[in-house]
T-cell receptor
Framework: DAMVIQNPRYQVTQFGKPVTLSCSQTLNHNVMYWYQQKSSQAPKLLFHYYDKDFNNEADTPDNFQSRRPNTSFCFLDIRSPGLGDAAMYLC?????????????????FGPGTRLTVL | AQRVTQPEKLLSVFKGAPVELKCNYSYSGSPELFWYVQYSRQRLQLLLRHISRESIKGFTADLNKGETSFHLKKPFAQEEDSAMYYCASEVGGTSYGKLTFGQGTILTVHP
């Protein structure tokens, strides 16, 4: 089945130790998103890629970076995790319905990676 | 900035009762609106979108621009409807399909 895969499902890291979360998709979608979801809160968009075009949300901390080496893969790098970065991280994909700046199709979500910072 | 509000964090009903999950949005233009659902131990997935005007699993949602609402309704709730429901809006234009989610409503349908 075509899908969005996130690895690992659970990640434990130490305060200040860099960590990388990965997302892959077999849907061949051109847009990929990273969301942060803290306990009992709504998913919050961190950034997304339209093809290789990176788009950062204004309030995403500099501590968070992303890479998209090809269509299928996207990585979330947290350079120096703090206790406040403990959250569920969701990857999602979509296909642009009408091109850049237009309305997009539904987003397909991965199962998420739960990050714990000790 | 657009904002999506789901006033009820928790909603409990009995099987067979009608259910309405409330959603209000703040954008003054014409956003695209969605309901996403997350069943226990499953990933977040699209339930329905207003532009499709569909009924999915017996759920419908009507966009009311006057009240800036997009409430989700089902006339007869089933136990398998128990889940977390998120209302979300997309402004479109240069926002690249950016979704703004509400806080979510946990629906519990009792037998």
């Amino acid at each position: 089945d075509a899908m969005v895969i996130q690895n690992p499902r659970y990640q434990v890291t130490q305060f200040g130790k860099p960590v990388t979360l990965s997302c892959s998709q077999t849907l061949n979608h051109n847009v990929m998103y990273w969301y942060q979801q803290k306990s009992s809160q709504a998913p919050k968009l961190l950034f997304h890629y339209y093809d290789k075009d990176f788009n950062n949300e204004a309030d995403t901390p500099d501590n968070f970076q992303s890479r998209r080496p090809n269509t299928s893969f996207c990585f979330l790098d947290i350079r120096s995790p703090g206790l406040g970065d403990a959250a569920m991280y969701l990857c999602a994909t979509s296909r642009s319905a009408s091109g850049k700046g237009g309305t997009y199709n539904e987003q397909f979500f991965g199962p998420g990676t739960r990050l714990t910072v000790l | 900035a657009q904002r999506v509000t789901q006033p009820e964090k928790l909603l409990s009903v009995f099987k067979g009762a009608p259910v309405e999950l409330k959603c209000n949005y703040s954008y003054s233009g014409s956003p695209e609106l969605f309901w996403y659902v997350q069943y226990s131990r499953q990933r977040l997935q699209l339930l329905l979108r207003h532009i499709s005007r569909e009924s999915i699993k017996g759920f419908t949602a009507d966009l009311n621009k006057g009240e800036t609402s997009f409430h989700l309704k089902k006339p007869f709730a089933q136990e398998e409807d128990s889940a977390m429901y998120y209302c979300a809006s997309e402004v479109g234009g240069t926002s690249y399909g950016k979704l703004t989610f509400g806080q979510g409503t946990i629906l519990t349908v009792h037998p």
